[in-house]
């Protein structure tokens, strides 16, 4: 009779721990929406991203794969602060921008690397912040040197950035420049450097700081900063450059 009861008890526990493992599953899984839909598809697992794919097993394990312009967000299960970082950027795009910046910081794979920088591309891009997105876009070619990166050339017209993100975007534009043998890529990094380098230029004639050191920003906000989580970034923008002084003539004396 013992045994009975003790086999009884096993088997409920075996099942209670499949319920348990399978509820995990379902929660940690990778999970990808597309855009246009309300619809999401659920308990992936994101495997790679190149050539203008994204490549993940779906619930079966089956190796499928989506074009990357259709898909609008991924939630990585074990990046929970980029799906904060989706939500805070719906409502607030300075916040928002703030805590992609801080989940770049956080990724741990090379994959999850590779898609927030795609999408800080096309957030900079909408905010009008050419040099920005021009900079990630370099670091996406430096993290993997994909032809498909060719048609994420930054639309909107060039910027006026604070000198720590033009400086930082002639950095990782340089640098990308070297290692790219792809010649696509290289015309893309020569045509962003031709915009990008007199921008540059110009606000390092005004910059009376240390300039900053490479890898020590991203989108020309410091990585420190972005570590200690501080809500409100610092302005990515230059200030205005100062008005030329007013020179009073004196006034004219009668003869």
């Known amino acids: 009779m013992s045994d009975r009861v003790s086999f009884r008890f096993a088997v409920r526990g075996a099942l209670a721990a499949c319920l348990i493992g399978g509820a995990t599953h ?87 690397r590779l898609w927030i920088r795609r999408r800080l591309v096309h957030i900079h891009d909408a905010r009008g912040e050419y040099v920005q997105a021009a900079s990630h876009l370099g670091a996406l070619c430096v993290l993997r040197e994909d032809p498909a990166w060719r048609h994420l050339v930054p639309m909107s017209a060039p910027n006026r950035p604070s000198f720590e993100a033009a400086r930082e975007a002639v950095t990782v534009l340089h640098a990308a420049r070297r290692r790219i043998r792809h010649r696509a890529l290289q015309d893309v990094l020569d045509r962003l450097l031709r915009v990008i380098q007199p921008i540059h230029d110009g606000l390092a004639l005004e910059y009376t700081g240390t300039p900053p050191a490479a890898g020590t920003t991203l989108s020309g906000v410091s990585v420190d900063t972005l570590r200690r989580g501080h809500r409100d970034p610092p302005s990515t923008s230059a200030p205005p450059p100062s008005p030329p002084p007013v020179v009073h003539e004196p006034p004219a004396t009668r003869t």
């Open 26 to 112: 379902a929660v940690t899984a990778d999970t990808i929406r597309l855009h246009g839909s309300t619809l999401a598809l659920p308990e992936c697992t994101v495997q790679d991203m190149r050539t203008g794919r994204l490549y993940y097993a779906d619930p079966r394990g089956r190796r499928q794969y989506r074009d990357l312009d259709d898909i609008a967000e991924i939630t990585f299960t074990d990046l929970p602060s980029l799906a904060v970082a989706e939500q805070t950027l719906a409502t607030d795009s300075d916040a928002g921008l703030h805590a992609m910046l801080s989940s770049l910081l956080e990724a741990r794979s090379d994959v999850q």
